[in-house]
């Protein structure tokens, strides 16, 4: 088993416990919308954004009690964001991780109240005296991941996209539009791995490149999955985008060429972390992974 | 007029300026959600909340350019409350401050984006540097509103309002109910202003204290009006609580019988700022300003 293989089970599964206990009891007072977080939260796959922060954090030997804490917080706004993506007002998916989506499974108002908690609560976590014991480093992690996923972030990237449909757009304009959409997100994750991890400017900037460079390609991958995968090995409707005519990276490339641009951009992503040496071996291998895999 | 109502005039004027500066840019690159934001959060009216944040943490002599930030972070996460629960999905309201609600005149897209966005950017002010020197200061803001407007805070208790329809609330229910929903958003304005301004412990606890008695009066008023009231004053529908049969204030006391008890809850609200003597004018007006406001 590769290095990387190994750190993102271990990962997985201390995101996993640690988001159990974070997360509402299950029938307790608050009902239905805590079982609504932890069916959108909770048996989520690969963890990929928590990996993320916590091989960053591991490379400066940061206790994985902190770095768990941001891997939860960036999994709450990725959740959260799937859960009010998939709404009948917005990309309307039934299916999600193999499973009902939140609204199928409970309701819409359930469904948006389960994401704005889910939102909230990362921001709480962050924010407690666990995460650090340097008030700076927490503000600084409040700042970046309410960066990444607000306006100017993710939700700006989900406004482009639901209102570019139907748009020819360039491949400097789609790169925008991944960039906020989803690459905001994956750059948190890295960076803020390295930022609770006391990294220094010039670390964490390596880190911020890395992690541009493997948002973009886990993008490019992603429709070309989108294209060429089925919903049982994707967990998720297939070909939606396509079909409803999104701005695509295949749409752009064709599919040789989408498939290329990866490529480059994974080596390019791995190079950025040169400087670490051995210890960044988890987080190069991410990047091929992200290249490799197949849902 | 009365030190209340010149102080949150002088207030609401400071934060209407002040939220047009973080908003993004109409019609700017982030197009219908930027526009979507500023309509559901400009040409607020009162701004009771922010008013209690700036108004609490001038008892402290804090410079107003914190506490107006503190004031504009609640105000977002009051307004994102409202988009939100304005949706179909949620309460179905179409008119809000006596205009169309965020998603009448967008959609119900835009105003679930559009509330996300507003909730993100409560915490990115609330983590920046400007809003105090001191990150234990912001962490600590951060942190109570999180709290306040989360799981345990305002979603919690709407998700609780909503399927607490056709059940019967004893007063400890209702309480907590409310306590929830619209009671820990007041309380973090007051403690707000006192956390930014430096208060003790001692002094946050009687904010607090003020706060929780103020939140429950308020509610109760809006009972009230809710069945007194016409939707021009009020500038939403009315009578929708008692139509839709929730659990209210005056199902439980009568009418006479909520009157007193906000009358009540105001004495004991205005008490707990006894300690800070004529610097409490403007908090203590603002008590009897929520016993007598008609809308």
């Known amino acids: 088993m590769s290095v990387f293989s190994q750190t993102i089970k271990e990962t997985a599964a201390l995101v996993e416990a640690a988001l159990d206990q974070f997360l509402p009891t299950q029938g307790g007072p608050l009902g239905r919308v805590a079982d609504a977080m932890r069916w959108g939260a909770l048996d989520g796959g690969k963890r990929l954004r928590p990996f993320l922060a916590v ?18 917080a960036v999994e709450m706004i990725h959740c959260y964001s799937l859960i ?7 990309d ?4 999600r991780r193999g499973r009902p989506s939140v609204h199928k499974k409970y309701d819409d108002a359930t469904a948006i109240l389960a994401g704005d908690a889910l939102l909230t609560q990362a921001f709480e976590i962050l924010a407690e005296a666990e995460t650090h014991p340097d008030a700076n480093i927490r503000c600084a992690l409040a700042l970046e991941l309410a960066r990444a996923s607000g306006k100017a972030g993710m939700v700006g990237g989900q406004m482009i996209d639901i209102y570019a449909e139907q748009k020819n757009f360039d ?3 789609v790169t925008q539009l991944q960039r906020l959409k989803t690459g ?3 750059r948190f994750s890295a960076i803020g791995g390295g930022i609770v991890g006391g990294g220094s400017a010039d670390e964490v900037a390596a880190l911020s490149a890395y992690a541009e460079d493997l948002g973009l390609a886990f993008q490019i991958v992603d429709d070309i ?7 049982q090995a994707l ?3 297939v070909g939606q985008d396509s079909e409803m005519d999104k701005a695509t990276f295949i ?9 290329t641009k990866a490529a480059e951009l994974v080596e390019s992503a791995k190079a950025h972390l040169d400087r670490f040496g051995d210890a960044s071996a988890p987080l190069k291998g991410a990047a091929d992974f992200v290249f490799e895999r197949k849902s």
Chains 1, 2 share one sequence.
């Open 225 to 231: 999955l989108d294209e060429t995968s089925d919903a």
């Open 251 to 259: 749409k752009l490339f064709g599919m040789d060429g989408a498939k």
């Open 235 to 237: 967990g998720k409707p």
């Open 55 to 72: 091989a960053a954090a591991d490379m400066f030997a940061c206790p994985r009690t902190r770095s768990v804490r941001v891997g939860c």
């Open 171 to 173: 491949f400097a304009g």
């Open 92 to 95: 309307d998916s039934d299916l």
């Open 84 to 90: 009010h993506d998939d709404l009948p007002a917005m």
């Open 184 to 186: 905001a997100i994956i």
